[in-house]
C-alpha cells in the first residue's frame, strides 16, 4: 500500500475503532460505526479549493466553525491569524505528545492562552522565533493574519530547512532576489506548494506582503503533504510526481475477498483500518478489480470484526496524482491477455488461450513489452449457391479461404497535470496487425464471406509513479473476402501494417489520433487461368475501457486487392496483369467516458474514419499463366439436359438493385467473343425485355417492377459452333423513397383564339427540389393520359447554369394542350403530366413527380 507519511491516522483509527473493540463485551454485537466526510455550508463542491479544505477537515487539521442546527462553516476568505496558524501545523505534525513550558517565551503569549501549546511547540521546533522586542523579549503576535512570505518561512522550517539553492532569477515578479525571505519563496516555488498569480505575458506575481487566506491555506498544506515518488523507478531521469495526501493505492492482498461495485467497496475490517471519507482509493488490475479502481470514498461504515462498507463515487486521475512536474511519458505494462477463437480457428501453440484466470496481482506477468501478442491461422472452404441471391457466395464454383493473423499492440500515455489541473494527456494505442491472406478460387463467383476469428481481452496498466492507471481491452477480429469472377485463380498475399489510435488533450483542445500507418514485410503471388477480382481485409474493432469506462473505439482493416486478368495475343501463350493495392482502413471513436482523466465531455462523441493506399503494383504485367492444381469444387448443376460445356468461359450475370415504379438495366458481358445468341429458357421477367447485342455484349435485361420484389431469370447461351451453356441470376426492387421535387404555382388558361388552329390551354408550373440528392430534371415532359398528343416545355430557372437542379432552385415549365376542339363535350377536363429528375445518388435511374391539374374553358 502506498502509506501516508504522517502519524495523525493512528490517533484517528483509535479513537474512531478502539473504543468499540475494548469496552464492548464479547458476547455484545457492536453497532456500525458511520464516519461521514466532513462539510462546510460555505464551501461547495464548485469552490476552487473544495479538495483541499475537504481534506483539511478529514485530515482533523480544522474543525471550521459551528453554525448551529448541524451546520458547519470554514470562512474559506478570511485571512489566518498566526495563533491558529500554529494550530494548523500542530495538527498536521500529527498533534505530537509535547508538554509546554510553564514560562512563556513570547510576552503576548500567557501561559493557558488560546493555542498556547500549539504556540510553544512551534517555537520549541524552531519553526518560528516571534519578534525581538528588546530587553531578551519577543513577541509572537499571535492575532496578526500571517502574511504570505512569512508563510514560506513557517513551511521550510517545518519542512527541517531542506537543501535548497535559491535560483539567480526570480520567478516572481514582485519578489526580488536576495530580498527577504527569498529562498523560502523560492523553495515553495520550486517545491509546488505556490504557483502564485499568473499576470499575463508569462509574468507570475507571488504577493509576498498580502495575508493569506483559510482557503489558499488549505491548498498550501494539502500540496506540502502531497508525497513525492519516482515518475519510473526503473528511470531516474524520468523525474517524480507528487502523489496527493489522500490516496491509498489498495494491494491485491487487500482485494482478493473484496467486493467492488459501481458505487461500494466491501472489505474485511482488518484490510480497511486506514481509509477513512474523502480518500482517493486506486487499484491496478487484480482479482476483486479486474477493470481496476479509482474512486473517492464518500462514506465509511465499519463493522467492527466483520467487514467494512466503502460507499465511493468516481473520481479522476489528477485527484490521484496532483503533480507529474512536466509532461510524462508511460508506457503500457502487459497484466494478461487472452484470445477465444472461433470454433474453425486454430490458436498457435506459444499464444493459446488460457482456460482459467491467472493471478493478476503482480504486473509484468509476461516478459514481452507488447500489451498484448497473440497468433491464430483458419481455414474455411464456402461454395457458391446457385440462383440463391442472399447467399454469401452466387454461383457455381467454390473457394477456399485460409488467413494467418498476428496481432500485436503497444501503448504509450503522457499526462501532465499542474495540481489538480489537468494540462496535458494523450493515450494512443498501436496495433500491429500482419496478416497473411490465400484465397483459392474455381468457377463462376460473386460476393462477399465474412469469418468470426475471435475475440482478443488484454489487461495491461500505465504506471504513473505508484499510481496504475488501469486499462481493458476487448477486440473482436473478422476474416473478409469478396470476389467477382469467373476464374481458376490462386491469390495470396501477406503484409505487416501498424498505425496509431486514441485521443489526445492539451489546454482545452481536444483531438484524436488517427496516424499514418506504416506497412512492411509486402509479399504476394499469384496463379491464374481466367479473370477475378478479389479484395481480401481484416477487421481489428475494438474498445479500450480506463479502469472500465469505455474512453476509446478504433479499428483497423489491413485490406489487399487484385484484379487479375487473362489475356492471350494471338499465337502466344496466355498472360496476364494483376494490377494490385494494399492499404487500411481505419476508425476511431472516443465516448465521454474519457473524463476518468480529468476533463469531462459530456456527451461529446466523434467517429473520424480514413483509408490510406499504401502500396500500388502490378507485379505480374506480362507473365506466363500458371495452371493451378484443381480444387474440385462440387458446382451446383445448372441445367442436365442441355450441354455446359462451352468453348468460351462464360458469362457473367450481376446482380442489379431497381428501383420500384422505374427502369434499370443488366448487361451480360461475355469475354471470350464467340456468343450466337441469349435466349429466355424460363418465364421472362414483368416488364422485361431481353435483346441480343454484339458479341462481346450479348443481351441487355431491361426491367421496370412496379413492387419491392426479387426475381430470379434464366436464360441460354448459344455459342457460334452450337454447343449452349444455361446461365441464372436475380434482378432485386427496392422502395421508391419520398420523391425530392415538389410543384408549386400551377396555373391554367384557357385560350379561345385560334392562332394554333384551334383553342387551347397553357399550364405553367414550378418544380423545386425539396430533399438533397443529384438531380437534373428533363427538359421535356410525358402527358400520363396521352403522350402523343401535347406538347410540354422546359422555360428556364436553372439560375447557376450548371443544368443541375440545386436546393431551393425552381425550374419552371409550360404545357399546351392542343386538341380542345369545339365540338368536345364538357367545360373541364383533368389532366397529369409525368415530371422526371436523374437520380445518380440511389438504386434507380429516376424520381418522378406527378402534376395533376384541372383545364376550364
Known amino acids: 500500500m502506498f502509506r501516508r507519511g504522517v502519524a495523525w491516522l493512528v490517533a484517528v483509527v483509535l479513537v474512531v475503532v478502539a473504543p468499540g473493540l475494548l469496552v464492548l463485551p464479547a458476547a455484545v454485537a457492536a453497532d456500525p460505526v458511520v464516519e461521514n466526510v466532513v462539510t462546510f455550508s460555505d464551501v461547495p463542491e464548485s469552490s476552487q479549493f473544495a479538495t483541499e479544505i475537504s481534506w483539511l477537515a478529514a485530515s482533523g487539521i480544522s474543525t471550521g466553525w459551528d453554525a448551529g442546527g448541524g451546520v458547519r462553516q470554514y470562512r474559506p476568505l478570511e485571512s489566518i491569524a498566526r495563533d491558529a496558524m500554529a494550530a494548523f501545523l500542530y495538527r498536521h505534525a500529527g498533534s505530537p505528545a509535547f508538554t509546554a513550558p510553564a514560562v512563556s517565551p513570547f510576552t503576548d503569549v500567557p501561559a493557558g492562552a488560546s493555542f498556547y501549546k500549539e504556540i510553544t511547540w512551534l517555537a520549541s521546533e524552531g519553526i518560528s522565533t516571534g ?17 504570505r512570505d512569512a508563510m514560506a518561512a513557517f513551511l521550510y522550517r517545518y519542512a527541517d530547512k531542506p537543501v535548497f539553492t535559491a535560483p539567480p532569477v526570480s520567478p516572481f515578479v514582485d519578489v526580488p532576489a536576495g530580498g527577504g525571505f527569498y529562498a523560502e519563496i523560492t523553495w515553495l516555488s520550486a517545491s509546488g506548494i505556490s504557483t502564485g498569480w499568473d499576470v499575463g505575458n508569462g509574468v ?15 491548498a498550501f498544506l494539502y500540496r506540502y503533504a502531497g508525497q513525492k515518488a519516482p515518475a519510473d523507478p526503473g528511470n531516474p531521469a524520468a523525474g517524480t510526481v507528487t502523489v496527493a495526501p489522500d490516496v491509498e493505492v489498495l494491494e491485491p492482498s487487500q482485494l482478493e475477498t473484496a467486493l467492488v461495485t459501481a458505487d461500494t467497496v466491501v472489505l474485511p475490517s482488518d484490510q480497511a483500518l486506514e481509509i477513512k471519507p474523502n480518500d482517493v482509493l486506486v487499484s491496478g488490475v487484480t482479482t476483486g478489480t479486474p477493470d481496476g479502481l479509482l474512486v473517492r470514498v464518500v462514506q465509511v461504515v465499519r463493522d467492527p470484526g466483520g467487514n467494512t462498507l466503502v460507499k465511493t463515487k468516481p473520481a479522476t486521475l489528477p485527484e490521484a496524482v496532483v503533480s507529474t512536474g512536466g509532461l510524462l511519458e508511460v508506457s503500457g505494462t502487459p497484466v494478461r491477455s487472452e484470445f477465444i477463437p472461433e470454433p474453425d480457428v486454430v490458436v498457435e501453440p506459444d499464444a493459446a488461450p488460457t482456460a482459467t484466470k491467472p493471478d493478476m496481482a503482480q504486473p509484468f506477468a509476461e516478459a514481452s513489452a507488447d500489451v498484448f501478442n497473440k497468433s491464430m491461422t483458419f481455414k474455411k472452404t464456402v461454395k457458391g449457391e446457385f440462383g440463391k441471391p442472399d447467399a454469401p457466395l452466387t454461383g457455381n464454383g467454390s473457394v477456399t479461404l485460409k488467413s494467418s493473423v498476428t496481432a500485436k499492440a503497444t501503448a504509450k500515455m503522457t499526462l501532465d497535470v499542474g495540481f489538480l489541473q489537468l494540462k496535458e494527456a494523450s493515450v494512443v494505442v498501436t496495433p500491429s496487425v500482419k496478416a497473411e491472406h490465400s484465397v483459392t478460387a474455381e468457377g463462376s463467383l460473386k460476393g462477399q464471406v465474412t469469418s468470426k476469428l475471435g475475440e482478443l481481452n488484454a489487461w495491461f496498466t500505465f504506471w504513473v509513479g505508484p499510481v496504475p492507471v488501469a486499462v481493458t481491452a476487448d477486440a473482436e477480429m473478422n476474416a473478409n473476402f469478396a470476389l467477382d469472377g469467373d476464374a481458376q485463380v490462386v491469390f495470396s498475399s501477406s503484409q505487416t501494417v501498424s498505425s496509431g489510435h486514441g485521443f489526445k488533450y492539451k489546454n482545452g483542445s481536444f483531438n484524436l489520433v488517427n496516424d499514418k500507418p506504416s506497412t512492411a514485410g509486402i509479399q504476394n503471388q499469384y496463379k491464374a487461368s481466367a479473370s477475378l477480382t478479389v479484395r481480401a481485409s481484416l477487421d481489428f474493432d475494438a474498445t479500450i475501457k480506463l479502469y472500465g469506462v469505455a474512453g476509446i473505439t478504433f479499428g483497423m482493416g489491413p485490406y489487399a486487392t487484385t484484379t487479375i486478368t487473362v489475356t492471350a495475343a494471338s499465337g502466344q501463350q496466355l498472360s496476364w496483369t494483376c494490377p494490385l493495392e494494399l492499404g487500411v482502413e481505419g476508425r476511431l471513436g472516443v465516448t465521454a467516458g474519457i473524463e476518468i482523466m480529468g476533463f469531462d465531455l459530456g456527451e461529446w462523441e466523434a467517429t473520424v474514419t480514413k483509408s490510406w493506399p499504401l502500396f500500388t503494383a502490378n507485379p505480374c504485367q506480362g507473365t506466363t499463366v500458371i495452371q493451378p492444381p484443381p480444387t474440385n469444387p462440387t458446382p451446383t448443376p445448372t441445367n442436365t439436359s442441355t450441354p455446359t460445356n462451352p468453348p468460351g468461359p462464360g458469362i457473367t450475370l450481376p446482380q442489379v438493385p431497381v428501383r420500384v415504379g422505374q427502369s434499370g438495366q443488366a448487361v451480360l458481358v461475355e469475354d471470350g467473343g464467340d456468343v450466337g445468341s441469349v435466349q429466355w429458357i424460363s418465364s421472362p421477367l414483368p416488364n422485361t425485355v431481353l435483346s441480343a447485342g454484339q458479341p462481346t455484349i450479348p443481351a441487355t435485361l431491361t426491367w421496370s417492377p412496379k413492387t419491392v420484389e426479387t426475381v430470379q431469370f434464366s436464360i441460354r447461351v448459344t455459342y457460334n459452333d452450337g454447343s449452349t451453356k444455361d446461365m441464372s441470376g436475380s434482378m432485386r426492387a427496392y422502395a421508391v423513397p419520398a420523391p425530392s421535387l415538389a410543384v408549386g404555382n400551377l ?17 405553367t408550373f414550378e418544380i423545386t427540389k425539396t430533399t438533397a440528392s443529384n438531380t437534373t430534371p428533363l427538359k421535356t415532359l410525358t402527358d400520363k393520359e396521352d403522350p402523343a398528343s401535347d406538347y410540354y416545355a422546359y422555360t428556364g430557372g436553372d439560375t447557376n447554369a450548371n443544368d443541375v437542379l440545386d436546393i431551393g432552385e425552381k425550374w419552371q415549365y409550360r404545357a399546351f394542350y392542343l386538341d380542345w376542339r369545339p365540338s368536345e363535350p364538357g367545360n373541364s377536363r383533368t389532366r397529369t403530366l409525368l415530371v422526371r429528375a436523374n437520380d445518380t445518388t440511389g438504386a434507380g435511374s429516376w424520381i418522378d413527380a406527378e402534376v395533376a391539374y384541372t383545364m376550364t374553358r
Not at 388558361?749 to 399550364?763: C, E, H, I, K, N
Open 131 to 147: 519578534w525581538d522586542v528588546g530587553a531578551g523579549k519577543r513577541e509572537y503576535r499571535p492575532l496578526s493574519p500571517i502574511a
Open 204 to 218: 507570475r506575481e507571488y504577493r509576498p506582503l498580502n495575508g493569506i487566506a483559510r482557503d489558499a491555506m488549505a
Open 747 to 763: 396555373q391554367s388558361t384557357y385560350v379561345a383564339t385560334s392562332d394554333r388552329g384551334t383553342p387551347y390551354s397553357v399550364v
